[in-house]
C-alpha cells in the first residue's frame, strides 16, 4: 500500500503528470507512428494524475482513487 500512498500523494500525481507530458512531447518529436504511439500513452498517466487515480493501485490491493487512498489508514 505504501507505493499506491506515494501515487496518490501529491508528488506521485506530479510525477504522473510530467512524464504523461514528456512522454507527449516526445512523441511528438518523432513524427511517425512510433510517435504517435508514444505520445498515445503518455495520455495515459497525464490523465490518471489529473483525475487523481491510479491504475496500479489495485494490485496492491488498494482502490483506484486517489482520494480513497490517501484517507485509508
Avoid at 504517435?36 to 489529473?50: D, H, R, S, T
Wanted: aromatic share 10%; hydrophobic share 60%; proline share 5%.
Amino acid at each position: 500500500m505504501g507505493f499506491a500512498k506515494f501515487m496518490a500523494s501529491g508528488a506521485g500525481r506530479t510525477i504522473r503528470i510530467v512524464a504523461g507530458v514528456a512522454l507527449i512531447a516526445f512523441g511528438c518529436m518523432l513524427h511517425a507512428t512510433t510517435g504517435f504511439v508514444i505520445a498515445l500513452v503518455g495520455v495515459v498517466p497525464l490523465a490518471a494524475g489529473a483525475f487523481d487515480i491510479c491504475l496500479f493501485a489495485p494490485l496492491f490491493g488498494a482502490p483506484m482513487s486517489g482520494k480513497e487512498i490517501r484517507r485509508a489508514p
